[in-house]
């Protein structure tokens, strides 16, 4: 069976590659869902991802990931932040002159030579960040609120010179006053220049029904497209991106693994499956590739992977029990997704073992007599 996301219309929660919840498509649940028409994964492993406490890219690591990111079919890559290092920067130079099929952006500060050196790596388009709230401008930055307004307008007005498509990128947005925020990206619509606005929960802090209504009232004020990017102090990134994007928003920051700073990032793998089978949003990437990337990405980052992760950890697909392994024994062959939601091969997931244990019963032992011979 050659994995595919194709959706059936009159069934979107079950095919041959997933089974979810019918209560996910009730009128009742999906009567207010104004997702856009399309949404695009920007990937930020190689950037906020390497901010992992211990984690450290080589330069050919970076331009692995990125071949290989592109190859899964991810819209955007953020392959990093220049002005960290020279090494950084070559390592820009490099995944630029491989010509992916996916955008090349980078990261930046709020300054203009920043912004000039992104320009000269020949990147696709910019992530420039400014602080947004104004305890962290104030107390953080020691500037006054002013200066973040105008350091906003003076660069991305160079990005616009530079021929760069722009996104400005508000830390700390989630706890900022929200006049002062819109207020904030209105000025710098004006007066400077934005191809995009990214509300970004820089700490993790925002609950799932507060990013609904973040990112319409976002919507209703701001007439550029909207990306979200949000941290999973709490655990909610994936239901934050999820919610955001039923709100309307375009573009979703996610990285492999979800590694990235403290907590670390929003999963790509959990968040583009639950917009594919939970609410019948196909981003368009190679899902049979997931665990290709993951797998790489985990070899070059030394980061360590739960083992039940889902989707992408060694023992999500694997059965102990006894119970569940008479499930296996009677419906796997035949019907696989009753009992698993999402089918490993569809995401190129090793194929499920059944184990021996404390909680094996007697199909545990059948099947394992029967691999025996």
């Given amino acids: 069976m050659k994995p595919t996301s194709k959706i059936d219309s009159a069934h979107p929660w079950k095919t041959d590659n ?15 869902f104004n997702p856009p028409p399309q949404v695009k994964v920007h990937d930020i ?5 390497e901010q992992q406490a211990g984690v450290i890219f080589t330069k050919d690591d970076k331009i692995q990931i990125a071949e290989k990111l592109a190859e899964v079919g991810i819209h955007r890559i953020e ?18 002159k491989r010509n992916l099929s996916s955008e090349i952006f980078c990261f930046a500060r709020c300054m203009v030579p920043d912004v000039e050196l992104a320009a000269d790596c020949g990147v696709d388009g910019i ?28 660069a991305t007005s160079a990005a616009k010179k530079a021929g760069l498509k722009t996104v400005f990128f508000t830390i700390d947005a989630t706890r900022s006053d929200m006049d002062w925020l819109l207020d904030l990206v209105d000025r710098v619509a004006v007066e400077g220049h934005m191809d995009a606005f990214t509300l970004v929960d820089t700490f993790g802090v925002l609950s799932p029904q507060a990013a609904t209504y973040f990112a319409k009232k976002v919507k209703e004020r701001i007439s550029k497209p909207i990306e979200v990017h949000f941290h999973p102090d709490f655990g909610m990134g994936v239901a934050n991106t999820v919610n955001a994007v039923l709100a309307g928003a375009e573009v979703i920051h996610t990285t492999v693994l979800g590694i990235g700073e403290r907590a670390g990032n929003t999963p790509m793998e959990e968040t583009v499956l639950a917009l594919l089978t939970m ?10 590739k997931l665990n290709e990337l993951a797998a790489l990405v985990q070899k070059l980052s030394g980061f360590d992977v739960p083992p039940n992760r889902p989707f ?6 694997n059965i102990e029990s006894g119970i569940v392994t008479g499930w296996y024994k009677n419906v796997f062959e035949s019907d696989p997704t009753i009992v698993y939601p999402v089918h ?30």
């Fill in 312 to 317: 992408i950890g060694k023992n999500a697909y």
């Fill in 279 to 288: 609410y019948g949003i196909d981003v368009g990437i190679d899902f049979s």
């Fill in 79 to 96: 392959a990093g932040m220049p002005a960290v290092s020279p090494n950084d920067e070559a390592a820009l130079r490099e995944i630029v």
């Fill in 344 to 373: 490993p091969d569809f995401v190129g997931h090793d194929a499920p073992k059944i184990l021996m244990g404390k909680k094996s019963g007697l199909d545990n032992i059948e099947l394992w007599i029967q691999k025996l011979g």
């Fill in 127 to 154: 992530v420039i960040e400014i602080p947004s709230s104004k305890h962290l401008i104030e107390k953080g930055y020691k500037w006054p609120l002013e200066k973040a307004i105008e350091l906003s307008i003076t």
């Fill in 45 to 49: 492993t190689l950037r906020d991802g």
């Fill in 18 to 32: 997933w089974y979810v919840s019918h209560w996910n498509y009730l009128e009742e649940v999906t009567k207010d």
